[in-house]
């Protein structure tokens, strides 16, 4: 759909807008869309944590069951998306989030009749194109999976993502840079997801760096657009060991998600690339331009162009510690190699600065 007909279709509609909280006015979202919502069938969800939580969720379903709307409206960054979606999907089973995370999730033929338009106003989490979102509950992250969660419609603006300072300009740019990799190696990967995933990080390595230090139009139309090809690789492929350590750096230290990937990313592209079929792996150093046996220091040294930090101030114990009682098990698993437990300290004492 393109952005007349998006813009056609808003009109005398009953709208649940979820959007960021200063960044829709700040990208200049708010703008260009008041002349198409009408004020008086339209409400707002906002104000709730970036990452989502369950208790804004809960909010967010009572909020969409008394307005009943025709259309959900999202646009914002991965955070706003996945909050819409789930509100969206739960609003519209009687299965509750709580319960929907304790096993009770057999909805299989579930048609949502409400549409869900996504705007995305960042380039990383590509969470418009997935069936998955985001939940936290007690500070331990989940993934809720049901093709039900998909947008309806995307529309991608990159006017929106102008606005992004440099620093989330790198985090958001490196979400998808590793979405792209780790969907390309995954256990998961089809022809049609390696075919995303190419792109995407081609996209990523020729435009990213201008991105973040320049902000012209182009590298962040075209990141913008890496973002939503990364989305759609792993909606397919699902992310892999570099995601599964991220989540506990997250919530552990308030590590931007793109930031807390990239401080494993470094190790795990090597310890991959010496343990993946010669052919997988010569194959993905062609892709990122790696010569030799230089992955690890491909990896530094492309965070470290933008200006990311990906070192963790705490002892390679206690990040062993966390790692080896919170990572993403499921994640993990469609690592393309092995990697259990006795890797795990290595991998500590790599991405520790004590």
Same mark, same amino acid.
């Given at each position: 759909?393109?952005?007349?007909?998006?813009?056609?279709?808003?009109?005398?509609?009953?709208?649940?807008?979820?959007?960021?909280?200063?960044?829709?006015?700040?990208?200049?979202?708010?703008?260009?869309?008041?002349?198409?919502?009408?004020?008086?069938?339209?409400?707002?969800?906002?104000?709730?944590?970036?990452?989502?939580?369950?208790?804004?969720? #809960?909010?967010?379903?009572?909020?969409?069951?008394?307005?009943?709307?025709?259309?959900?409206?999202?646009?914002?960054?991965?955070?706003?998306?996945?909050?819409?979606?789930?509100?969206?999907?739960?609003?519209?089973?009687?299965?509750?989030?709580?319960?929907?995370?304790?096993?009770?999730?057999?909805?299989? #033929?579930?048609?949502?009749?409400?549409?869900?338009?996504?705007?995305?106003?960042?380039?990383?989490?590509?969470?418009?194109?997935? #069936?998955?979102?985001?939940?936290?509950?007690?500070?331990?992250?989940?993934?809720?999976? #049901?093709?039900?969660?998909?947008?309806?419609?995307?529309?991608?603006?990159?006017?929106?993502?102008?606005?992004?300072?440099?620093?989330?300009?790198?985090?958001?740019?490196?979400?998808?840079?590793?979405?792209?990799?780790?969907?390309?190696?995954?256990?998961?990967?089809?022809?049609?997801?390696?075919?995303?995933?190419? $792109?995407?990080?081609?996209?990523?390595?020729?435009?990213?760096?201008?991105?973040?230090?320049?902000?012209?139009?182009?590298?962040?139309?075209?990141?913008?657009?890496?973002?939503?090809?990364?989305?759609?690789?792993?909606?397919?492929?699902?992310?892999?060991?570099?995601?599964?350590?991220?989540?506990?750096?997250?919530?552990?230290?308030?590590?931007?998600?793109?930031?807390?990937?990239?401080?494993?990313?470094?190790?795990?592209?090597?310890?991959?690339?010496?343990?993946?079929?010669?052919?997988?792996?010569?194959?993905?150093?062609?892709?990122?331009?790696?010569?030799?046996?230089?992955?690890?220091?491909?990896?530094?040294?492309?965070?470290?162009?933008?200006?990311?930090?990906?070192?963790?101030?705490?002892?390679? $114990?206690?990040?062993?510690?966390?790692?080896?009682?919170?990572?993403?098990?499921?994640?993990?698993?469609?690592?393309?190699?092995?990697?259990?437990?006795?890797?795990?300290?290595?991998?500590?004492?790599?991405?520790?600065?004590?």
């Amino acid at each position: 759909m393109n952005e007349q007909q998006l813009l056609e279709n808003l009109k005398n509609k009953r709208i649940l807008l979820v959007r960021g909280n200063k960044s829709f006015t700040e990208c200049g979202a708010e703008a260009w869309l008041t002349p198409y919502l009408n004020v008086e069938t339209t409400e707002q969800f906002f104000g709730f944590y970036k990452n989502p939580d369950l208790k804004d969720l #809960h909010q967010g379903i009572r909020f969409f069951r008394d307005f009943k709307p025709d259309l959900v409206l999202a646009v914002g960054g991965g955070s706003v998306m996945d909050m819409a979606k789930a509100i969206r999907f739960f609003g519209s089973i009687t299965i509750s989030p709580d319960d929907w995370l304790d096993g009770q999730n057999d909805t299989t #033929h579930l048609n949502p009749e409400v549409p869900l338009y996504a705007i995305p106003t960042t380039s990383g989490a590509g969470a418009e194109a997935t #069936h998955f979102a985001v939940l936290y509950r007690d500070n331990k992250k989940y993934s809720v999976a #049901h093709p039900a969660l998909k947008s309806t419609e995307v529309l991608l603006k990159p006017e929106l993502t102008m606005s992004m300072n440099a620093f989330q300009a790198a985090v958001s740019g490196l979400d998808a840079f590793f979405q792209g990799v780790e969907s390309w190696w995954s256990r998961n990967a089809t022809k049609e997801s390696r075919a995303y995933s190419e $792109e995407a990080v081609k996209l990523v390595l020729n435009n990213l760096p201008n991105s973040v230090h320049h902000a012209d139009f182009s590298s962040r139309e075209a990141m913008q657009n890496a973002a939503f090809l990364a989305g759609k690789a792993i909606d397919i492929a699902k992310t892999t060991s570099c995601h599964a350590f991220s989540y506990i750096l997250t919530t552990e230290f308030g590590l931007p998600h793109g930031q807390a990937v990239a401080v494993t990313f470094p190790f795990i592209l090597d310890y991959n690339l010496r343990q993946m079929k010669p052919e997988d792996a010569e194959k993905l150093k062609a892709l990122l331009g790696i010569s030799g046996s230089s992955a690890r220091k491909f990896g530094e040294s492309f965070i470290e162009s933008l200006n990311i930090d990906y070192k963790i101030p705490v002892s390679s $114990e206690k990040l062993n510690h966390l790692f080896t009682n919170n990572v993403n098990v499921e994640r993990l698993k469609n690592n393309p190699v092995e990697m259990n437990q006795s890797v795990f300290m290595d991998i500590a004492e790599y991405c520790t600065t004590i």
